[in-house]
């Protein structure tokens, strides 16, 4: 069973919002840069933004920049996705993923130590 688990997902109509949280059971996240990745279904994985441990950097895909955002809450130990201007094109599995350092994000997913088991997001009218 994986330490991070993700959830918030479900169904919205294009042009809506929706906010994934990441949390975990026994790990301490404020060690790791936290990686959002997603599949589309019949695609294959997308990494679509990171956040440094302390939350100072970040970074965005193309795809989402603007209308998503990355944000963390060490105190809490959980981190969000906040998701607006839904299109179809996003919709897919959400991962939330640990990385041991900031570089590795998102360009080395095999360096992901942690990956939830997803959080599936449906955006259709």
């Known amino acids: 069973q994986s330490p991070l688990v993700e959830s918030g997902g479900g169904q919205v109509q294009p042009g809506g919002s929706l906010t994934l949280s990441c949390g975990t059971s026994g790990l301490q996240l404020d060690i790791f840069t936290i990686g959002w990745f997603r599949q589309a279904p019949g695609k294959g994985r997308e990494g679509i933004s990171c956040v440094s441990k302390g939350g100072v950097d970040t970074w965005y895909a193309s795809s989402v920049e603007g209308r998503f955002t990355n944000s963390r809450d060490n105190a809490k130990n959980t981190a969000t996705l906040h998701m607006n201007s839904l299109t179809p094109e996003d919709t897919g599995t959400y991962y939330c993923?640990?990385?041991?350092?900031?570089?590795?994000?998102?360009?080395?997913?095999?360096?992901?130590?942690?990956w939830g088991q997803g959080t599936r997001v449906t955006v259709s009218s």
């Open positions: 993923v640990a990385f041991p350092a900031y570089h590795y994000c998102p360009s080395r997913p095999d360096f992901g130590t942690k």
